[in-house]
């Protein structure tokens, strides 16, 4: 309401200490694609699958994630030519 | 019709950020000159070159959403799109994030050359991290630049690596090996420097190390807290609150495309009365 409040905004060290713990614990567990070759190996995967019903190439494919506190997302968006090619 | 050839888009122009030394401000300043070229509507990506120490995804604050790296990309196991993350803050800036779990080796000249022909295609301006040192990783930033920021704190061991970067420069780069090509145009970016510590004559004045370096100087950037509270909070310092830091950085990306900015030494701006009444945390 005054443009500024009593109240100490939230240091940004401890913004840092989050973002490291959430991070770390991610590599340290090994999922959530820190191991190296996981993704890619998912991605081949998840495009085999969709050629035995539709053609596609090898760039339809998009991952995207977000990793979180308490829950990670995984985005996968597959773009298919103007008219679906179903074999 | 000669006007038709000049509407093709140029390609973009590749510039290593790199210093020898390590600690100095590398990340810091591929992350702030990054943003601020993005937000004045130049196609920017930033890239990681330290295979094995990723950290400008946690300074650029995307490290939740890397996917796909270079490695990946250079490996053919990901496309470039698909490694590329766009800024959620500025719509014109992308990061390349490098793998945190593979070696320097895995960096190949051909490797590094077809991502970077690529990124040019796309891309006004490709900025590409260096990691500390004189190795391989170092050498594969350099390699294929255009131009470079020689990264420096006024202090010996940094002013004396930065000057054995720049012999590297001038003779193990794409540029310096082809007799046609014009060399790289390095530039010097003075960081931590401490106005009131120089007056003291306890800190080398800027032409202190422009003397001894002998290249053009692109910018004075200031001690300043606002550094590390940026890099806590994941926000290249020129998009988080005002300070010294920011406008110098603003300047020296500004000269590094052309734009005649006086040089100046910018100071934090002082707290108002209320704020340092209140204390109000940083």
Partial sequence: MFGFSLRP???????????????????????????????????????????????????????????GDELSSLEINIEFPGKLGLN | MSKNLTLEDPLGKVIVVTSGKGGVGKTTTSAAISAELARRGHKTVVIDFDVGLRNLDMIMGCERRVVFDFINVIQGDAKLKQALIRDRRLEKLAVLPTSQTRDKDALTKAGVETVLEELRQEFDYIICDSPA?????AQMAMHFADEAIIVTNP???????????????????????KADADPIRAQVLITRHDKARVNSGEMMTVEDVLE???????????????????????????????????????????????????????????????????????
């Fill in chain 1, 9 to 67: 905004r939230k240091a940004s060290a401890s913004t840092a200490k989050e973002r490291l713990q959430i991070l770390l614990a991610h590599e340290r567990s090994g999922c959530g694609g820190a191991r190296p070759d996981c993704l890619p190996q998912l991605q081949r995967e998840i495009l085999n699958v969709i050629r035995r019903h539709m053609q596609i190439g090898d760039e339809a494919i998009d991952i995207r994630m977000e990793r």
């Fill in chain 2, 155 to 177: 202090e010996v061991s940094s002013v004396r690596d930065s000057d054995r970067v720049l012999g590297l420069l001038n003779s193990i780069t794409d540029r310096a090996g």
């Fill in chain 2, 212 to 282: 001894v370096l002998a290249v053009p100087l692109l910018g004075i950037i200031p001690e300043s807290k606002a550094v590390l509270r940026a890099s806590n909070l994941g926000v290249p310092v020129v998009l988080d609150a005002p300070s010294a830091a920011a406008t110098a950085y603003e300047d020296a990306a500004g000269r590094l495309i052309g734009d005649q900015i006086e040089m100046r030494i910018a100071a934090d701006p002082r707290r108002g009365l209320l704020q340092r009444l209140f204390r109000r945390a940083v």
């Fill in chain 2, 133 to 137: 040192g004189i190795e391989r990783g």
